[in-house]
T-cell receptor, first 116, second 113 residues
Framework: NAGVTQTPKFQVLKTGQSMTLQCAQD?????MSWYRQDPGMGLRLIHY???????DQGEVPNGYNVSRSTTEDFPLRLLSAAPSQTSVYFC???????????????FGEGSRLTVL | GENVEQHPSTLSVQEGDSAVIKCTYS??????FPWYKQELGKGPQLIID?????GEKKDQRIAVTLNKTAKHFSLHITETQPEDSAVYFC????????????FGAGTTVTVRA
């Protein structure tokens, strides 16, 4: 199993450009999420999904869109990139969104995005 | 939402000594408290977790303690080794939904040989 796969690993954008960060998992996990990691701020939840066709906002959703058309894929879209979106982005999945839950999040290796 | 504070932000210890990282949380309904370790260039990985009905949990050289009354929990690493050098994150669940986590800012641990 590949686990959680993110692409691209690195990307440089100009302000106003759009792009999609891809995330795929092969563990048949129900729950998928996107976090951004910034120095001194830890990991902040952007959007999450508890299953195909269901998405919801996290702590910092502004400027980002998501969709979940299949169980495996959860892309993150930046519609009009801004310098404040320069960050490292992590996709994470978990087996179940129900309670009780093992709780363990499996993270991808991250996508480093720079917006000039 | 949940607010998690983590201290210290950096920690340098001599190999063989112990390391302690402390976190506090704000939502009294939180019931799941994991700890993640992030090595350079990698995604975070779960190392230990604890639920609100347990006060302490141990796994070899690492242990976590939870004080629900005071709303704080701690990670203890004993007999530190060079491979323990990493960034450690504590997290707490959003209310009772333990799949949604709020993370602390992270602690960079350096183990000196």
């Amino acid at each position: 199993n590949a686990g959680v796969t993110q692409t691209p690993k690195f990307q440089v954008l100009k302000t106003g450009q759009s792009m999609t960060l891809q995330c795929a998992q092969d563990m048949n996990h129900e729950y998928m999420s996107w976090y951004r990691q910034d120095p001194g701020m830890g990991l902040r939840l952007i959007h999450y999904s508890v299953g195909a066709g269901i998405t919801d906002q996290g702590e910092v959703p502004n400027g980002y869109n998501v969709s979940r058309s299949t169980t495996e894929d959860f892309p993150l879209r930046l519609l009009s990139a801004a310098p404040s979106q320069t960050s490292v982005y992590f996709c994470a999945s978990s087996l179940s969104s129900g309670v009780p839950n093992t709780g363990e999040l499996f993270f991808g290796e991250g996508s480093r995005l720079t917006v000039l | 939402g949940e607010n998690v504070e983590q201290h210290p932000s950096t920690l340098s210890v001599q190999e063989g000594d112990s390391a302690v990282i402390k976190c506090t949380y704000s939502d009294s309904a939180s019931n799941y408290f994991p700890w993640y370790k992030q090595e350079l260039g990698k995604g975070p990985q779960l190392i230990i977790d604890i639920r609100s009905n347990v006060g302490e949990k141990k796994d070899q050289r690492i242990a976590v303690t939870l004080n629900k009354t005071a709303k704080h929990f701690s990670l203890h690493i004993t007999e530190t080794q060079p491979e323990d050098s990493a960034v450690y994150f504590c997290a707490a669940s959003f209310s009772s939904n333990d799949y949604k986590l709020s993370f602390g800012a992270g602690t960079t641990v350096t183990v000196r040989a």
